[in-house]
């Protein structure tokens, strides 16, 4: 990659209105400035992400935040060399706003536009930290994502396997909820399971006896469920002691599921013989310390490099649009003003659907 290349990306899929500005060149890819704003507090009375809300926000504020990761690249539109935007999949009202906005500012300017599918930035996103090699693994693991994907280039992902349900990020939010800790849950249970026996409560490990790489979390709130209700018949409630086994009861089970059918991916990936074999995680979940050491000591034992970009690149964001924008435009991959917002769009279109879509709606 020699030719310098400075593109804005901006995404609206789910709950974060975001822009970002990152440069390419010969050395690699830089952030030049990342802004996300969130939109927790404006959901935070509905249990979930209330779709018409969110568009709204996303309208209200998209162009700001343009304006902002523009400002604190001490940049001008002028400067630019693209503008890449989330085109989706995600919530059909916030993947317009963005849509819509960078087709204005594509036609101000004269600027390439290049739509984005959300995962794939989420997929390319260990090229821009870590400048990986292709084909690497890839697990994206978040509250509305969970699949292995090879990664083989810019524009094709072989996804070998996901969940059939809920997403981990979502069933610790479950766990959570069932045990009075605060949202968003993740890191509350893995707070609470430090101090936990994972012995003491017997969790189930859905799919682990069927081939494949396919995942399924829904089981594990109802049995977590049914661990819960029978102390508190026993005892008349939970103690803190108890509410600590439950959570590194439920923490080992993710574990588990994740190494065993990581164990798989690699096998499949492996197969191929790469010459860098690498393996990739992301997602809020991917923040998890249990579950992280215990990829990285599978990679380990398998020669294969372990990376997680940083939390700020694992969640939610722009940067990650642009610099999968770089990639698209490198390829002479743009697109027109009939770029439409979709819902729905696998990043794998040869994969057979899957039945789960996370709570933030589907995504795959
Ligand atoms: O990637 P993300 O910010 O948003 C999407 O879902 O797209 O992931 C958020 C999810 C939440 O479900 C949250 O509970 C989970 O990631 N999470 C964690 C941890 N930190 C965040 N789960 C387990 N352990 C953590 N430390
Ligand atoms: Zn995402």
């Not at 074999?277 to 020669?303: K, T």
Request: hydrophobic fraction near 45%; charge should be negative; proline fraction near 6%.
């Amino acid at each position: 990659m020699t030719q310098t290349l400075t593109l804005l990306g901006i995404e609206s899929s789910c709950d974060d209105t975001a822009a970002a500005v990152v440069r390419s060149g010969a050395d690699g890819a830089l952030i030049l400035s990342s802004f996300v704003w969130g939109q927790t507090a404006l959901h935070a009375d509905f249990g979930g992400v209330v779709p018409e809300i969110a568009a709204r926000a996303h309208a209200e504020r998209v162009d700001l935040c343009v304006e902002r990761a523009l400002a604190e690249a001490d940049l001008s539109l002028s400067d630019l060399d693209g503008i890449a935007v989330t085109a989706g999949p995600g919530l059909i009202g916030g993947v317009m706003s963005g849509v819509m906005c960078a087709k204005g500012l594509a036609a101000a300017t004269g600027l390439p536009l290049i739509g984005v599918n959300h995962l794939a930035g989420h997929a390319l996103t260990p090229r821009l930290t870590d400048n990986l090699a292709f084909p690497y693994l890839m697990l994206l693991v978040s509250g509305g994502h969970c699949q292995f994907l090879i990664v083989h280039g810019t524009d094709r992902f072989e996804r070998i396997g996901g969940t059939i349900d809920d997403a981990p990020g979502e069933a610790f939010d479950k766990t959570a909820k069932l045990l009075a800790l605060p949202q968003p849950g993740g890191p509350h249970v893995e707070r609470e399971a430090r101090a936990g026996d994972p012995r003491r409560f017997p969790m189930p490990r859905p799919l682990m006896d069927r081939p494949g790489c396919d995942m399924s979390f829904s089981g594990l709130k109802t049995a977590l469920l049914r661990a819960r209700d029978s102390v508190i018949a026993e005892k008349g409630g939970l103690t803190v002691a108890d509410r600590a086994d439950l959570c590194a009861a439920f923490q080992l089970a993710v574990c588990d599921i994740l190494v065993g059918k990581s164990h798989r991916a690699l096998d499949n990936y492996l197969a191929l013989r790469p010459a860098v074999p690498a393996f990739a995680v992301a997602g809020g979940v991917a923040a998890n310390g249990p579950v992280r050491a215990a990829l990285s000591a599978l990679c380990d034992e398998h020669q294969t490099r372990f990376t997680a970009p940083p939390l700020s690149l694992c969640t939610d964001n722009a940067a990650m649009i642009a610099y999968a924008g770089v990639e698209r435009l490198l390829l002479g991959l743009v697109d027109d003003m009939r770029l439409a917002a979709r819902p729905r769009w696998p990043l794998d279109p040869a994969a057979p659907a899957l039945l789960g879509s996370g709570k933030k709606g589907a995504k795959a």
